[in-house]
């Protein structure tokens, strides 16, 4: 099993301010590694699909960078709507597995 | 408008059974292969299983083997997750989610996700 570790597990940053969550997983999943981004009580929305590819819809301020076992999610511009918890998910090999999330405070 | 619907949650005592609903609406539903992922009250989420378009292929995680089925009627733009043998472990927010390919990767992401049915297993 693949397992995927996520830093830092909490980031509490001010409007404006760039922010960079990391997932490493154990071993190398070429580009299968995916980014959602999930808020208090609702469903996870699809961010960035295959490491860089960036989904329909999602603000151009969202880029996701990396292969092999480690992988990058950028937030350019912090804005308060970006308060929520991001996960990795991997889907190189069963069973997919995700990272155990980063939670974004904003102060 | 692209949409999945989950329905069939609710609280069932453990050993029991339950069958969740996912109902897709706004896509060519037999085009896609679709998933269930779980979430357990303030933990992360949980990738369950997998089918395959024509529902000839399906993967589980270990810890639903032999307990869990997943299954569609592409005829009715519906899928299912069968759950035996519920655990106080099984207690969770079931979202069915569809998978979106991109061809030359491995696997899917997932594009697209219900507003999820909760399962609670309980005496």
């Known amino acids: 099993e693949v397992v995927l570790t996520q830093s830092p597990d909490f980031q509490s940053v001010t409007p404006k301010e760039k922010v960079t969550i990391t997932c490493r997983a154990s071993q190398s999943i070429g580009s299968s590694l995916h980014w959602y981004q999930q808020k208090p009580d609702q469903s996870p929305k699809l961010l960035i699909k295959?490491?860089?590819q960036s989904f329909s819809g999602v603000p151009s301020r969202f880029s996701g960078s990396g292969s092999g076992t480690d992988f990058t999610l950028t937030i350019k511009s912090l804005e308060a709507e970006d308060a929520a918890t991001y996960y990795c998910?991997?889907?190189?090999?069963?069973?997919?597995?995700f990272g155990q999330g980063t939670k974004l405070e904003i102060k | 408008e692209v949409q999945l619907v989950e329905s069939g949650g609710g609280l069932v005592q453990p050993g029991g059974s339950l069958r969740l609903s996912c109902a897709a609406s706004g896509f060519t539903f037999s085009s896609y292969w679709m998933s269930w992922v779980r979430q357990a009250p303030g933990k992360g989420l949980e990738w369950v299983a997998n089918i395959k378009e024509d529902g000839s292929k399906s993967y589980y995680v270990d810890s639903v083997k032999g307990r869990f089925a997943i299954s569609r009627d592409n005829a009715k733009n519906s899928l299912y997750l069968q759950m035996n043998s519920l655990r106080a472990e099984d207690t969770a927010v079931y979202y069915c989610a569809r998978g979106i390919i991109v061809v030359s990767y491995s696997g899917f992401a997932f594009d697209i996700w219900g507003q999820g049915t909760t399962v609670t297993v309980s005496s």
């Open positions: 998910h991997q889907s190189t090999s069963l069973p997919y597995t």
């Open positions: 295959y490491a860089s």
